[in-house]
């Protein structure tokens, strides 16, 4: 992951560090991605791709940025910020379902 001891202070294009264990690319470092799911608290019970509450204030952004400590470039890294919001180290986390 691109984090604040490794990046050069700089964001760094899609690819260059190796795909993690199950084939993805930058899903940790380099860039914040937005995703589609409101900020809510986890849910006490086990659940399959929880997309938190129906609607809120803040929409959830993960993954952490090439300026973050590297504790905070994981998958399980969360942060949340009003939808409007445009800054430059904030990007987006593309998937689609089969």
């Not at 086990?46 to 509450?53: A, V």
């Amino acid at each position: 992951a691109w984090y604040g001891e490794n990046s050069g202070n700089t964001s760094h294009p899609v690819g260059t560090k190796a795909p993690n264990a199950i084939g993805t690319y930058d899903m940790s470092g380099n860039i914040k991605e937005w995703c589609w799911d409101w900020v809510g608290r986890y849910s006490d019970s086990s659940q399959t791709d929880p997309t938190g509450p129906d609607f809120g204030m803040y929409r959830l952004l993960r993954g952490g940025y090439w300026d973050d400590p590297a504790n905070w470039c994981t998958v399980f890294f969360r942060f949340g910020d009003k939808p409007i919001r445009i800054e430059h180290n904030y990007g987006f986390r593309v998937c689609r379902t089969k």
